[in-house]
């Protein structure tokens, strides 16, 4: 897992990261390498919006992934 704290405000680095596929925000998670979706679209902390460079994965499990999230 691969986390850069340095460009994160948040008090918890990365306390939760989304990513806007398609026009629907997804929450992801780290992961060892990237994915075709790392690839394409960018990763964000969900609380201050810090892009995430690091490779990260969808999480299947989560069901709030089909619902936009309203921030
Ligand atoms: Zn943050």
Same mark, same amino acid.
């Given at each position: 897992?691969?986390? &850069?704290? &340095? ?54 499990? &989560? ?9």
């Amino acid at each position: 897992m691969t986390i &850069d704290p &340095d460009t994160c405000s948040c008090s918890t680095p990365w306390p939760r990261l989304t990513a806007v596929i398609e026009q629907r925000e997804y929450t992801v998670t780290p992961a060892a390498e990237h994915s075709p979706a790392s690839a394409l679209h960018l990763a964000r902390c969900a609380l201050c919006g810090a892009p995430y460079t690091a490779p990260w994965k969808r999480i299947r499990e &989560d069901p709030n992934q089909l619902v936009p999230t309203a921030l």
